[in-house]
């Protein structure tokens, strides 16, 4: 189970950097197209949902790899106890926070299908179509925080410390720029 929830949210993160590509890609086509005379208004509609679809996606791969910002000044003053019970409980709030999200952007993906909502740009589709990256995403956040969630409860060590911790013993500390 370890190693498929890891691929999953490695996966996400994949696709996360796969869009950030795309946004690149099509931005030199519209400076490139616009330069050449070509007709390419469409092409900001899609760069808008590729940029929501990128932050989503990549949400529960930089969870879970240390790269959110957390402010651990209370925490690093803790014994390991203390520590372990304030991380239980802020995990158990973050989880239950992202599952309201969660069941928002579904409920709000939804209706845009139950309505036949249309996208209200140059590129005119069904808008539950770029929303569904909203719904994907912030359940694989979802899934995230409460298998971090169960980690800690287990009594082990939450896995974007872990990884934090390694790339410092490396010395690598770029992420923390």
Same mark, same amino acid.
């Given at each position: ?15 996360? =950097? ?7 890609? !099509?931005?030199? %086509? ?5 330069? =050449?005379?070509? #007709? ?8 808008? @949902? ?10 529960? #791969?930089?969870?879970? #790899? ?5 402010? &651990? !000044? ?24 992202? =599952? %309201?999200?969660? @069941?928002?952007?579904?409920?709000? &993906?939804?209706?845009? @299908? ?44 939450? &896995? %974007?410390?872990? !990884?934090?911790?390694?790339? #410092?013993?490396?010395?690598? %500390?770029?992420?923390?720029?």
């Amino acid at each position: 189970m370890r190693r498929a929830l890891d691929l999953l949210f490695d996966a996400a993160g994949a696709i996360g =950097a796969l869009l950030i590509l795309s946004i690149f890609l !099509l931005m030199l %086509y519209g400076s490139a197209g616009r330069m =050449a005379g070509l #007709h390419v208004g469409g092409v900001n509609d899609v760069v808008a @949902w590729c940029t929501a679809a990128a932050s989503f996606f990549a949400m529960a #791969h930089a969870f879970k #790899h240390g790269d959110f910002v957390r402010v &651990t !000044l209370l925490l690093d003053r803790l014994d390991a106890r203390a520590r372990r019970l304030l991380e239980t409980v802020s995990l158990a709030i973050a989880g239950a926070a992202v =599952a %309201y999200l969660a @069941w928002w952007a579904m409920r709000f &993906t939804y209706e845009s @299908w139950q309505f036949k909502e249309m996208s209200g740009g140059l590129v005119v589709i069904p808008i539950w179509i770029p929303q569904l990256s909203f719904v994907i995403g912030s359940l694989l956040f979802v899934l995230a925080v409460l298998d971090e969630l169960l980690i800690v409860l287990r009594g082990g060590k939450p &896995t %974007y410390v872990r !990884l934090v911790e390694e790339r #410092h013993a490396r010395g690598d %500390y770029s992420e923390d720029v």
